[in-house]
């Protein structure tokens, strides 16, 4: 088989739709006013438009990323925008595929831009707060586009910033006396021990309910990976119940072929390698016990094509569900849960 395709509305539904954000500082420019106005003009120029997965766009790449004027690669250069940052997204086209496997590109405030390094995101800005930690703690997941961790409350120093919906246990909450903000300590997804500290606006706690197991002891729970369409579809018996775009591993570091048991499962995990250092990855799968896993992404957005180390990345919402419906069941409270040999849910990867 060549390279897989996919019809505009599959690509276009490649980031998980999300609820709408306020355009606020320090994440958008700050008249709104006008951005809403140009969009509207825009959207009467662009009938074929699709929503946008996501209100927001958080550069991904380290490189610069080019804002075309039309979404087609050799269209006039507005802009560049740099890693990090954030911009609005008002809907998703079709257009000339730098590869073959992604077409899709995001209307933004100045043109349009590429979708493949364009984390889809928003800016929920959180208002409650859980004064009182009892152990082992919550989990919670960033709700921003991202959140700047920092060794200790209110210090000027930040450690390392943490992306949208990366997942981590908060273990202790504490008030910054000077400035009233309350702040988390975190600890699983970052460090084995208790970590550094997020402002609480910037993350959402995870309830139990929305994490939990999805028709579990179904006798017949079976994975179907396929390599060369980079999909994953979940059976229950012959009945297809989910199925997601993949991005498998490259040519020099592949996917293993063959069929597997899900062995393991962690709420999260931080992966470091020889080029990588991956905090808060949501929701991996582990079906081989050199760590091959299915997990969540957020370093890039292009699934359809080999992609990474040998993992399977799916976007977010995606893992979680996979991860929810797996066997064996994860209790919430467990960073990470062990299936009993030949138990776990089948892998079939080909």
């Known amino acids: 088989m060549g390279n897989p395709t996919y019809t505009r509305r599959e690509f276009l539904q490649l980031g998980i739709g999300s609820m709408a954000a306020l355009l606020s500082p320090p994440f958008l420019p700050d008249d709104a006013a006008a951005l809403q106005k140009w969009m509207k003009q825009q959207a009467i120029a662009l009938p074929d438009a699709d929503p946008p997965p996501a209100t927001l766009g958080r550069i991904i790449s ?9 979404p087609a690669l050799k269209a006039p250069l507005i802009t560049w925008k740099s890693h990090d940052s954030v911009i609005p997204l008002y809907s998703a086209v079709v257009g000339e595929a730098p590869w073959p496997t992604n077409s899709v590109w995001y209307q933004t405030d100045e043109g349009f831009i590429h979708s493949g390094f364009v984390q889809p995101v928003e800016d ?51 008030q910054d ?11 699983d997804g970052i460090t084995w ?43 229950e018996g012959e009945q297809p119940v989910f199925s997601t775009p993949v991005a498998s591993g490259t040519y020099k570091t592949p996917t293993p072929l063959g069929e597997f048991r899900i ?20 929701f991996p799968t582990y079906f081989t016990r050199s760590g091959v896993a299915i997990h969540g992404t957020y370093w890039h957005n292009d699934y359809g094509r080999r992609y990474s180390h040998g ?14 419906w797996a066997e064996p069941q994860a209790p919430y409270e467990d960073e990470t849960v062990e299936a009993a040999a030949n138990t776990g849910t089948r892998v079939v990867v080909s």
């Open 62 to 70: 380290w490189y610069q990323q080019a804002v075309r004027r039309e």
């Open 124 to 174: 929920n800005r959180q208002i409650e707060v859980i004064p009182e930690v009892s152990k082992p703690g919550f989990w919670v997941e960033v709700s921003v586009p991202y959140a700047e961790s920092r060794q200790q409350p209110a210090s000027r120093y930040v450690l390392r910033r943490l992306y949208y919906q990366t997942v981590y246990r908060v273990i202790a909450a504490t």
């Open 177 to 187: 006396k000077e400035a009233g903000e309350w702040w988390y300590q975190l600890q």
């Open 193 to 235: 021990s208790p970590g550094p500290y997020v402002p609480a606006w910037s993350v959402r706690r995870i309830p139990p309910e929305e994490i939990a197991p999805i028709s579990p002891g179904h006798p017949d729970k079976w994975i179907q990976i396929n390599i060369p369409g980079q999909m994953l579809t979940c059976f």
């Open 263 to 282: 062995i393991r499962k962690r709420h999260t995990r931080r992966m470091v390698g020889e080029d990588y250092d991956l905090a808060g990855v949501p």
């Open 311 to 324: 993992c399977l990345n799916v976007a977010s919402r995606a893992a979680m569900w996979v991860f929810r």
